[in-house]
């Protein structure tokens, strides 16, 4: 016991009078007294042949002697860390690297721009599922199986469950809100929709749509081409004229397609307009009474007017885009151009 005391003492001593100057010694230090083969573990093993009425008295001992040892270890690792530190040539004092900042998608900043004008006339957003059974996609829609008209909206059907398609509208959504019995509904729907179509420069397999919903009782005609006059002038300019065409959809009736004066060459004709003078932007027309009833709705009670417009076309004639491939190619040359754009 007597021996163990003046072998620690003497330890001790040369622990305390070490000095590291480099991360090397403190790993010298490191190594020859807290290693597997270290002296404190060689210490440590010496409580063997201790006599068991003093083990008690050695065991504190043995305990301090380890954790002074670890304490100067500490000390000098850090001093050396301090040290190393400040010898550097890191300026903690220079501006951060600048992040790139990154900007808006071209077809969200002309749907921005639709929804915020259909907002202020108090249309509210909602939005659904893009995978969407049959029967909200197209039975409820006055589109029956067999129907000629789903040729028009030929889509892509899940694998694991036929009853399951791609959504090819976003009138899902509308029905889905009918459903629910809340009247009267104010409501656009901006969303992703897809279609069996060949991938080209004009047209694509996916696309999106703003389609638009208001019934209330004595919802007539007068509103709707009220309404869509409004966000044409706030859209497209207050000398934009519009134009309605009769039209066939099957969840409306009756049903009209809408044209503005091309607003590229103010209805001169041009290569947008193909010389005519007009472009089709939007159809529209009065919600079907089976549309109604198949919502549960009275249709005797309730009428509404309803409008679906591509996002696509306007923001290529916008911005001057002439394939519509560039929207979905994610190619940073492309989408950097609409930095400053909001
Ligand atoms: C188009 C034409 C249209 C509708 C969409 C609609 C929705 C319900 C009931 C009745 Cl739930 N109609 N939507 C109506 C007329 C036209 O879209 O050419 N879209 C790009």
Redesign the pocket.
């Known amino acids: 016991m007597e021996e163990l005391l003046q072998q620690i003492n003497n330890y001790k001593q040369e622990i305390e009078a070490f000095k590291a100057t480099d991360t090397k010694a403190v790993e010298e230090f490191r190594i020859k007294y807290l290693g597997t083969k270290g002296i404190v573990k060689s210490i440590m093993s010496e409580m063997k042949n201790v006599a068991p009425e003093l083990k008690k008295e050695a065991g504190q001992l043995l305990n301090d002697f380890k954790q002074f040892t670890e304490a100067k270890f500490e000390e000098i690792k850090n001093s050396i860390t301090d040290t190393e530190h400040q010898k550097s040539d890191l300026d903690l004092t220079l501006p951060g690297d600048i992040l790139p900042v990154g900007s808006r998608h071209p077809i969200e900043l002309i749907k921005n721009r639709m929804v915020s004008i259909f907002q202020r006339l108090g249309f509210a957003v909602a939005e659904g599922p893009e995978i969407e059974d049959d029967w909200h996609n197209f039975g409820a829609?006055n589109l029956p199986e067999h129907h000629p008209a789903r040729d028009m909206q030929d889509t892509f059907y899940i694998q694991q469950n036929p009853d399951w398609v791609l959504r090819t509208?976003t009138?899902n959504v509308?029905?889905r809100e009918?459903e629910k019995g809340k009247l009267p509904i104010r409501l656009i729907m901006p969303g992703r929709v897809y279609r069996n179509e060949t991938v080209s420069a004009r047209s694509h397999c996916f696309f999106h749509?703003i389609?638009g919903?208001y019934i209330d009782e004595n919802v007539s005609f007068a509103d709707l081409k009220q309404t869509l006059y409004f966000f044409v002038k706030e859209m497209y300019g207050k000398d934009v004229k519009v134009r309605f065409r009769p039209s066939y959809?099957p969840?409306?009736e009756p049903?009209a397609e809408m044209d503005i004066s091309c607003f590229i060459c103010g209805g001169e004709g041009c290569n947008i307009c193909k010389k005519t003078g007009w472009v089709e932007i939007?159809?529209?027309?009065m919600?079907?009474p089976n549309?109604l009833s198949n919502c549960n709705i009275d249709p005797n009670k309730y009428t509404g007017f309803?409008?679906?417009?591509?996002i696509e076309r306007p923001a290529m004639m916008k911005y001057g885009i002439n394939d519509i491939r560039m929207f979905s190619e994610n190619d940073v040359r492309f989408l950097r151009q609409f930095t400053s754009a909001i």
Do not use: P, R
């Not at 939007?282 to 027309?285: A, E, K, T, V």
């Not at 309803?306 to 591509?310: D, E, H, R």
């Open positions: 829609l509208h009138s509308q029905i009918m749509q389609e919903l959809f969840f409306t049903s939007l159809g529209c027309g919600v079907h549309v309803a409008f679906g417009m591509g």
